[in-house]
């Protein structure tokens, strides 16, 4: 079996991280256990992308139809951030770790969304890996408020309609410096996007998992990474 030293690795790789509460109730806890265990497997992926020196991931966090989940899993889901960050804060800063953040903050408690932008303030000079929270986040939601964040230049003629192309309406996106992911994770065996990067996904690979998401560990990702640098990206070429 080849190793990842010998293997391309994505740049990008995103995680739809997935199966949290299911994990929790087939062990008879209840679900905020699981999205507790969760954010653990979350910090074992980090760990291991800087390791492997991938440049960015993107964890699906929070989305903007997680509000429709119960009050209490909401309101446990809204602490996380705060914990995330006054708990991780020094290792990111020690590793060169950068945190930034899609989605939108409307109606994200200013708590929460004050400990998100300390993070993404303290660490925002730093060359390490990048963090990308899509918290609050839906892609159908970022191309509505691209659009409606381009809509003002089209009419002040700062920019013009015929010089609309795919890169000028990416730079209106939530991080468009970001390159498009090269591999998108699911886990907990559902094979959907839901609502996840769908502007920049257009040419990412997918793998979807079996395991929940707090089974995601550093093994785990190294053969998934193994399976996808034995895929043939061709972006719609021969």
């Known amino acids: 079996m080849s190793s990842l030293k010998e293997s391309p690795i ?35 992926v980090i760990r291991k992308c800087g390791s492997l020196g991938i440049q960015v991931v993107t964890f ?34 020690a590793n060169q770790s950068k945190l ?25 000079e730093n060359q390490g890996l990048i963090i990308n929270l899509a918290f609050n986040y839906g892609g159908r939601d970022e191309i509505i408020r691209a659009i409606q964040k381009l809509l003002p230049d089209l009419q002040s003629s700062k920019i013009e309609a015929g010089s609309l192309n795919e890169a000028l309406f990416q730079s209106y996106l939530d991080q468009p410096m970001l390159p ?32 929940y998401w707090p089974e995601m560990n550093g093994n785990l990702l190294e053969k998934i990474l193994l399976e996808y640098a034995g895929r043939n990206r061709r972006f719609g070429g021969v």
């Not at 994770?185 to 079996?210: D, M, P």
């Open 100 to 124: 930034v953040i899609s989605g939108k903050a409307e109606g994200v408690p200013e708590n929460t969304m004050k400990a998100i932008l300390r993070g993404v303030e303290a660490t925002k």
């Open 180 to 211: 498009d992911p090269d591999l998108i994770i699911r886990t907990g065996g559902e094979q959907r996007l839901s609502n996840f990067l769908l502007w920049e996904s257009a040419y990412a690979e997918f793998y979807f998992a079996k395991e």
């Open 60 to 93: 699906y966090t929070f989305s903007t139809e997680n509000w429709k989940r119960s009050q209490q899993e909401v309101d446990f889901l809204m602490r996380l951030p705060i914990e995330f960050i006054d708990q991780d804060l020094p290792e990111m800063m």
């Open 10 to 44: 994505p740049r990008h790789l995103a995680f739809i991280m997935d199966g949290n509460g299911r994990w929790a109730q087939q062990r008879l806890m209840p679900r905020t256990v699981g999205h507790q265990a969760g954010m653990e497997a979350m910090r074992k």
